[in-house]
C-alpha cells in the first residue's frame, strides 16, 4: 500500500468513525460515542506522518540531462 492510500485510507476511517460515533453509537451509549471521537482525534496527526515518511530519495528530483551550451559543473 503506498503512503497516499495509507494517508486516505486513515482520513476516511477518521470520517466514517466520527459520523458512526454521533449518529449510531450515541443512541446506546453516549461515553462510547465520546471516547471514539477523542481516539480519532489522534489519526490526523499519525497520518500525517505516515503520508510524509519515506526515504529523501524518493522526494528528490531527477537530475536535468544537460543542455548543448551549458557550463560543466565542478
Known amino acids: 500500500m503506498t503512503r497516499n492510500r495509507l ?3 486513515l482520513m ?3 470520517i466514517v468513525a466520527v459520523i458512526l460515533s454521533w449518529t449510531v453509537i450515541r443512541l446506546f451509549s ?9 481516539v480519532v482525534l ?10 510524509n515518511a519515506g526515504d529523501e530519495a524518493s522526494r528528490e528530483l531527477p ?4 543542455r548543448p551550451g ?3 559543473r565542478d
Open 7 to 9: 494517508y486516505f485510507a
Open 12 to 14: 476516511g476511517g477518521c
Open 30 to 38: 453516549v461515553t462510547a460515542a465520546i471516547v471514539i471521537s477523542v
Open 42 to 51: 489522534l489519526i490526523p496527526p499519525i497520518a500525517a506522518i505516515v503520508a
Open 63 to 66: 537530475p536535468r540531462a544537460p
Open 70 to 72: 551549458d557550463r560543466p
